[in-house]
């Protein structure tokens, strides 16, 4: 019973076209998280929303973009892919911000691979 | 600054008791949790601590927090072949908007 599903599982693009992954959750959740993880690294977030409003990292390429047309449904769109670019990509969600314990729940990630 | 470590290998044999180790340096820390990742998955939330606590025990598994000394530990009793995997603790700031900050893994494996 997935509560956090990405599509697709695996994703391959050329150098420069622009890509779109995928997120949805059944958990009616406010927040939803994209995060990217490098090979033997440690999960980095790249931004969030709550509800409609949306909150980038200081630290996030611009190249990353993202959109959230309702609550089950979250976008991560890379406009222009480049070899570094090359990761798993995670949805997260979790039903509020830290008013009190508010875990994150996971999907299985996207692999996005870069010809 | 917040910064998260642990140890980026561990190895037990099949049925020994595994423990993982992590520290952190943010004193504001509200929660703690560990994060299991198999290979080519996303994470799945195994436990979590409170901060105002000092051990939490979940059916194997076993969170231990020494919050002088910044260190978190997660025992792993019984320990099976299908544990193999990365273990990653994380934790929450005070007023920090929920954000997760992620040690660097731990790889577990598990030997017959």
């Known amino acids: 019973d997935a509560m956090v599903i990405q599509n697709p599982r695996y994703q391959v693009t050329q150098f420069g076209k622009p890509v779109t992954l995928s997120c949805s959750q059944t958990l009616n959740h406010n927040v939803m998280y994209w995060y990217q993880q490098k090979s033997s690294q440690a999960p980095k977030l790249l931004f969030h929303y709550y509800d409609k409003d949306f909150n980038n990292e200081a630290d996030t390429p611009d190249n990353f973009q993202s959109r959230r047309p309702n609550t089950s449904f979250c976008f991560l769109d890379i406009r222009s892919p480049g070899l570094g670019d090359a990761a798993m990509y995670l949805c997260?969600?979790?039903?509020?911000?830290?008013?009190?314990?508010?875990?994150?729940?996971f999907g299985d990630g996207t692999r996005l691979s870069i010809l | 600054g917040e910064d998260v470590e642990q140890s980026l290998f561990l190895s037990v044999r099949e049925g020994d008791s595994s423990v993982i180790n992590c520290t952190y340096t943010?004193?504001?820390?509200?929660?703690l949790y560990w994060y299991k990742q198999e290979p080519g998955a996303g994470l799945q939330l195994l436990t979590y601590?409170?901060?105002?606590?000092d051990m939490k025990q979940d059916q194997r598994l076993t969170v231990l927090l020494n919050k002088k000394d910044k260190h978190l530990s997660l025992r792993i009793a019984d320990t099976q072949t299908g544990d193999s995997a990365i273990y990653f603790c994380a934790e929450s700031i005070t007023g920090g908007g929920n954000k997760l900050t992620f040690g660097t893994g731990t790889q577990l494996k598990v030997e017959l």
């Open positions: 943010d004193s504001s820390s509200t929660y």
């Open positions: 601590i409170f901060s105002n606590m």
């Open positions: 997260a969600t979790s039903r509020d911000l830290a008013r009190d314990h508010q875990p994150q729940h």
